[in-house]
Nanobody
C-alpha cells in the first residue's frame, strides 16, 4: 500500500510562487500517471495536472501556463511548481494516481493566496 505525503503549501501573495512536493512511501513507477488535485472550500475536488510515467504532462485550463508538474521516479516524488498564483488558487492540494484511487488520498497541503 502506497502512502502519499504532500508538503510545501503556505501563505503567499498574489503573483507569488510555491513548489509542492508529494513523497510516496513506495514506488510510483508502476503508476502510469500521477496527478495533483485541489479542493477549495465549498467546492468539489478537481484535477489540476497530470504527468505520465514518461513525463507527458497535461493541465487544467485554469492553471495552464502557470503550473508545472514533474515527477522523479527514482525518488518516488511528484512536484507541482506554481507561479503567478491567484486568490482563486486557494485550496488544499493533494496528489494521487490519475485516475485517483480512494485509498491513496493523503492529508493534503494548504495553499492560501492573498490578494
Amino acid at each position: 500500500q502506497v502512502q502519499l505525503v504532500e508538503s510545501g503549501g503556505g501563505l503567499v501573495q498574489a503573483g507569488g510562487s510555491l513548489r509542492l512536493s508529494c513523497a510516496a512511501s513506495g514506488s510510483i513507477f508502476p503508476f502510469n500517471a500521477m496527478g495533483w488535485y485541489r479542493q477549495a472550500p465549498g467546492k468539489q475536488r478537481e484535477l489540476v495536472a497530470t504527468i505520465t510515467r514518461g513525463g507527458s504532462a497535461d493541465y487544467a485550463v485554469s492553471v495552464k501556463g502557470r503550473f508545472t508538474i514533474a515527477r522523479d521516479n527514482a525518488k518516488n516524488t511528484v512536484y507541482l511548481q506554481m507561479n503567478s498564483l491567484k486568490p482563486e488558487d486557494t485550496a488544499v492540494y493533494y496528489c494521487n494516481r490519475a485516475p485517483y484511487y480512494n485509498n491513496y488520498w493523503g492529508q493534503g497541503t494548504q495553499v492560501t493566496v492573498s490578494s
